[in-house]
Nanobody, 126 residues
């Protein structure tokens, strides 16, 4: 069982930056791939990016590539999402999620993840 708690959301102007954190409980954090998803009102939950269990591989949605960076600290059981050059269309509730490591791929769909945090709101004003 893994419990995830996101933090770091808030209100920021377009062009600004935020860093989200996701703290995980349990001793097996380093065996999970981690993903970030977001969901805006009326929209489906969409993949933002993911990082492999070791931290050696990352993958991003085209909409955030070059602006967002995912990292993790397995010693602290924490994964981060650094968001730069934020746009109003980035406004959403952001969720972190944990998936049993597939070793060779990082899952990009919500149904592939086993555990979810409660979400943190990010609002980007124009």
């Amino acid at each position: 069982q893994v419990q995830l708690v996101e933090s770091g959301g808030g209100l920021v102007q377009a062009g600004g930056s935020l860093r989200l954190s996701c703290a995980a409980s349990g001793r097996t954090f380093s065996t999970y791939d981690m993903g970030w998803f977001r969901q805006a009102p009326g929209n489906e939950r969409e993949f933002v990016g993911g990082i492999s269990a070791s931290g050696g591989r990352t993958i991003y949605a085209d909409s955030v590539k070059g602006r967002f960076t995912i990292s993790r600290d397995n010693a602290k059981n924490t994964v981060y999402l650094q968001m730069n050059s934020l746009k109003p269309e980035d406004t959403a509730v952001y969720y972190c999620a944990a998936a049993t490591s597939r070793v060779y791929i990082i899952v990009v769909v919500p149904r592939g993840y086993d555990y979810w945090g409660q979400g943190t709101q990010v609002t980007v004003s124009s």
